[in-house]
């Protein structure tokens, strides 16, 4: 919210927004229950405590740093395993359904805490009369954070829709943490201004005429219940589309980005804002780089927005250099983009006790003003460059002659010459280093180059690998105007030999495509891995700013094991461990746990069998008190849950086994009677399985996988050598899995051509 420094008369507001069912990143389609009559006529919901609006309009405190508030929150513990109904179907698949009601609510937005979507799962949510569908989500709406937080969806009945496939049974996470009801109306309010005041300007006025391109990089920031800020898409010297995402640093301090939704395209179709767009949203963002003085905040958005969302990402100037004229693109109370535009020249300013010349002063505007929700803003200067971003003042409709200040793009740039690159905006906005005064904007829904490849994101692995191989992937995408059918991909480790893989399909311009790499076996260590594009379409790629990609991480051989367990109201009863097969304690709870309070941890462990033991010494799990203040406990293996509850007595347990398949077939126990060799390793067409001490009443058989789990071979193996020809395998690295009922061995086997 923008801060004043003066008291601002406080009136009863309304903000206008519609949805859509392509209002948040999804993947579309309708919920399974839609095609089904009567399908849902039993749904059970859950009813939210009964608030009376007004009351609540009366009751609000002015926040300074909130921003427009709408809502009031309820902390609930609503997820697949205690809430509502499951209907299983004769193939496997099943299917969940919950509803959730709050009554006279003008709108519901909702917050999970731990949300993981399966491959092939779908996860809807809808409106009672299903005129408003949010989804499908699906994996890719998945984050390392596990939060996940909705836009709004008009009225006070939702349902909660989640279809899980039998492959995947019990491996979905979905717990819905928080619902906001909504006591202003948020949705289809009719008139120019919307929340705001009656001085402020639709940005599809004339006077917003020439920012046609620049206010699709404008987004209202959501919080929870308060349309918190503005911010904006703003262009880095790659042009690569990377989603950084300027704002005050007061609109994300002691918030958690997670929970944030960007809300694209919130406008008026036309100057009166009779009607108004339909907003498209994303949810959740990472801090990159903050600072005190000048008041700003980069973030890099959760995912770059799709052509679909029409994005634009800002120019910018980093130059001392005062803006003869000046604009201000935002959302004052959380009401439609609006413009305000000052015909004069802008000063070199503090703000309180700040450092002087840190921000840039609008002494008065001509046209429009700002308010609560304003803040983050950016200010433009007369090229449309960006140079600042609001932290506030005493301008509003009721104080026209009011001041803004706007924190310098030219101080944040070094931030006082601060050497962290967390601190500053140098780092990120010229990755190149090219030492340029300004930059122009980026629109990645017109292509600049003819052929123009360009490596997106580095998927896997990330800054600590737990494998025992690593196998890079990354996202490719076609930034040219002509499809992507070629492109050569290279990558190094450190200094060790480059890999080299040939690329080919069909990517239209602006479309993406994830691609996995030939893996490295490697050793425990850090690392440095270099992945680069070279002649895309048998040619020189034209703009070779987006080739190239690193990153930095560790390696240690082993398998990915987790937990998260939020405590209940009696924390001093519960502990949790991990403990080997002869009862060594592996890892354990943290001391001094705290009441309803989430603990998350990922350990990397080495073949052998272990058990993961959770203890309540009071008899009742985690069953808080009288079935309120409940908590929850899921442990993983690699990605799957192999054990989860609430409510459980003295004890719940689960043993797991790992070796170099368990990504291919998990608890298995390795038997050490038999002695099994492959030879040669590396090979070429032909090995052989020696096999001694085999058990004459079992049969064995020796199973090829690639290192994606998918079998290619087999073939049953007896007492002694036994020649298997492999000539029509690639040149890679496999997994030989030798098994009967008695006996589990896994060998890594190298084939060379």
Not at 423 to 435: A, E, F, I, S, V
Not at 556 to 575: A, E, F, H, N, R
Not at 584 to 611: E, H, M, R, W
Request: proline share 4%.
């Amino acid at each position: 919210m923008k801060i004043f420094s003066v008291n601002k008369i406080i009136t009863s507001i309304f903000i206008f927004f519609i949805i859509s069912t392509q209002a948040q990143i999804s993947e579309g389609g309708l919920p399974y229950s839609f095609h089904k009559n009567n399908f849902d006529a039993d749904i059970s919901f859950v009813k939210m405590p009964k608030v009376d609006n007004e009351i609540l309009c009366k009751q609000e405190i002015p926040d300074k740093t909130g921003g427009f508030q709408f809502g009031k929150e309820f902390d609930v513990e609503l997820n697949l395993l205690n809430s509502g109904k499951w209907v299983e179907f004769p193939n496997g698949d099943r299917l969940w359904q919950l509803g959730i009601s709050s009554e006279n609510a003008y709108s519901i937005n909702l917050i999970f805490d731990n949300f993981y979507i399966p491959a092939n799962a779908k996860f809807f949510i809808f409106t009672k009369d299903k005129n408003y569908v949010l989804g499908a989500f699906t994996e890719k709406n998945n984050n390392p954070e596990r939060f996940f937080s909705t836009t709004l969806l008009p009225g006070g009945e939702i349902v909660l829709e989640y279809f899980e496939p039998k492959e995947v049974r019990n491996q979905g996470v979905i717990h819905l943490s928080t619902v906001v009801h909504g006591y202003k109306d948020f949705f289809f309010k009719a008139g120019p201004y919307g929340s705001s005041g009656s001085c402020h300007i639709n940005v599809n006025c004339k006077e917003g005429g020439g920012f046609k391109d620049i206010k699709r990089a404008v987004a209202l920031i959501l919080n929870g219940s308060y349309a918190h800020c503005t911010g904006t898409l703003i262009n880095n010297t790659k042009n690569d589309g990377t989603p950084y995402f300027l704002t005050a640093q007061h609109c994300i301090t002691g918030k958690n980005l997670s929970k944030f939704v960007f809300i694209f395209g919130y406008e008026t179709e036309n100057c009166d804002g009779t009607n108004g767009s339909k907003g498209a949203s994303i949810s959740g963002a990472s801090l990159v780089a903050d600072g005190d003085y000048s008041d700003f905040a980069l973030l890099k958005l959760s995912t770059a927005p799709p052509l679909s969302y029409n994005p634009y990402y800002v120019g910018w100037n980093k130059q001392n250099l005062p803006a003869i004229t000046s604009a201000c693109l935002h959302h004052p109370s959380g009401d439609y983009k609006k413009i305000s535009l000052c015909n004069t020249v802008v000063t070199s300013s503090s703000y309180e006790d700040y450092p002087k010349n840190t921000h840039w002063e609008v002494t008065a505007w001509t046209l429009g003003s700002t308010e609560g929700g304003s803040s983050g803003a950016p200010l433009f200067n007369q090229n449309k460059l960006l140079v600042g971003q609001l932290e506030g003042g005493t301008a509003t409709c009721y104080n026209l002659q009011g001041y803004d200040v706007f924190g310098k793009l030219s101080y944040s740039w070094l931030n006082n010459n601060n050497e962290s690159s967390d601190k500053r905006l140098k780092d990120w906005l010229d990755p190149l280093n090219t030492g340029v005064n300004s930059l122009e904007a980026y629109d990645p829904c017109i292509p600049s180059y003819q052929t123009d490849a360009c490596l997106n994101k580095i998927v896997n692995p990330t800054a600590s690998v737990c494998q025992y191989y690593v196998q890079p992937k990354i996202i490719l995408s076609n930034n040219g105007s002509d499809t992507l059918e070629y492109v050569k991909i290279f990558y190094k480790l450190n200094e060790n030999e480059k890999v080299e893989f040939i690329w080919s399909g069909k990517i239209a311009f602006g479309e993406q495509e994830e691609v996995v790499l030939p893996f490295s076996d490697v050793t425990d260590g850090n690392y440095l891995l270099n992945i680069w594009l070279e002649t895309p379409n048998h040619t020189s790629d034209q703009n070779a700013n987006n080739d190239t990609l690193s990153i930095s991480f560790s390696y240690q051989k082993g398998i990915p094991v987790s937990w998260i367990i939020k405590t209940d109201l009696y924390p001093q009863q519960t502990s949790w461990l991990i403990k080997d097969i002869n009862g060594n304690i592996v890892a354990q709870n943290p001391v001094d746990l705290s009441a309803l309070n989430k603990y998350t941890n990922t350990f990397c462990l080495d073949s052998g069998c272990y058990d993961f033991v959770i203890y309540d010494n009071n008899g009742d799990g985690l069953s808080g008190d009288e079935g309120s203040g409940k908590g929850y406990y899921y442990f993983y293996l690699i990605n799957k849950i192999i054990l989860s509850g609430i409510e459980f007595e003295y004890k719940d347990s689960v043993r797991f086994c790992l070796d170099e398949t368990t990504s291919i077939n998990s608890f298995s126990v390795n038997k050490p009677n038999e002695n099994i060799n492959i030879f040669p390793n590396p090979a070429n067409s032909l090995i052989t399985i020696s096999a001694k001490n085999l058990c004459k009443e079992e049969i064995y058989l020796a199973s090829f996988y690639t290192l994606d789990g998918k079998k290619i071979k087999e073939k049953t193996i007896y007492e002694g050598d036994n020649t298997i020809e492999l000539t029509s395998l690639p040149q890679g690295l496999y997994v030989v899995k030798i098994q009967s009922k008695q006996h589990c061995s896994t060998h890594k086997l190298m084939i060379y051509k």
